[in-house]
């Protein structure tokens, strides 16, 4: 498609969510999933930012996809404003929220590199194993029929295997991206030790990411090694997003129904 349309079709789509209410984000994100709130680490790490920051909320699961083609993105009081990190930044700014203000510098510095290194590595790992190497699992967490899961599975599996080779990490076979992944797995589990949240007792941002991504290995990677690694090995990590769910999503159980369509 080229740009021109595709910037006609996003400026109409946009201009449907500039009349919200006022001060209300509308969180645009693919519908629920089966056994989390989302599949996407992406989006539990917005959603996790807006209840850590109880900043309010609605889910919009009809445009998932927003201006730069990825969920999530949001809209408030007529912005619109794509990536979870733009996203994040954006809020602090409006809502005038900081989540990072009881930590040092070099504290936050390592939440930084947990966080670029799951998701600029074991977020693609996460990927091949759900949409190349074990897509039959998937269905599991996102599945809702044959048909669907069949088109979703096979146009995102070559997607993803595309975009995997791209970045370098899909060149490599099963074993060798597994031993990548979980030694990112491990890592994060050393460096979290016996701590509450990654920085100590006290959640800073990048734990809302974080808890996105490592939430995929405890609930959304059924059968795969990953989730074998976190209920066996690395138990910290299986504890750390427990914690967190338990803390922020007392509606767990009714989120991953397929039942209710807004938040
Ligand atoms: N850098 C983006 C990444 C978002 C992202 O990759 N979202 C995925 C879902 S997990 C997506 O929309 N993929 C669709 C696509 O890339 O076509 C962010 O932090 O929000």
Known sequence: MSRIIRGILNQRKLARWNDTPNDLVILHCFGRDKTLPSGSPYVM???TYLRMTQIPYKIDGKDPFGP?????????NGEHVADSEFII???NRKCNKDLNKEHSVDQLALGT??????EDQFSWGMALERFV???QEFRKVFGKNLLYDTIILTFGGSVAYKRAVAQGIGAHSREEIEGIVSKN???VSSLLGDKKYILGDMPCQDDCAIFGQLGQAVWGLPNSNYEKLVHS????LRDYCFRIKDLYYADWDQLISRKRKSA
């Open 45 to 47: 790490k917005v959603h």
């Open 68 to 76: 730069k083609g990825k969920a999530p993105w949001i809209s408030l």
């Open 89 to 91: 930044a954006y809020l």
């Open 113 to 118: 590199a947990v966080r670029v290194m799951l």
């Open 133 to 135: 190497f074990n897509p």
């Open 185 to 187: 797995l491990r890592a």
């Open 233 to 236: 090995e690395l138990t910290n």
